[in-house]
């Protein structure tokens, strides 16, 4: 079996990026945005396990960067869905463009 490199490894993650990316600036749903971060997110998790494995084998700094990275998103995904969930209830959507008062 034929082992994955880690130029195919930086491919998905870099296409897993631009995608979350293309989906946070274009999309005006919250909840499509924030699938779009969680899509970025992942992509770095990505980076640190291939780095991690390819450079450095024989540390874990990849390993515990990703598991800090997956407690953040974990804990934003909560926060982000509680004021969604707030937005809907008093504006009855959950489009960016309805929700002028959070704007500064």
Known sequence: MKEIGLNQ???????????????????????????????????????FIAFNKYMYPERLDGIFFTIFIITIAASEAAVAIAIIINLYRSHKSIDVESATEMKF
């Open 9 to 47: 490894i930086l491919f998905v993650s870099t296409a897993l990026f631009f995608i979350g990316a293309y989906g946070l600036f274009t999309r005006r749903n919250m909840i499509t945005m924030l699938m779009a971060i969680e899509l970025i997110l992942n992509s770095v998790n990505i980076n």
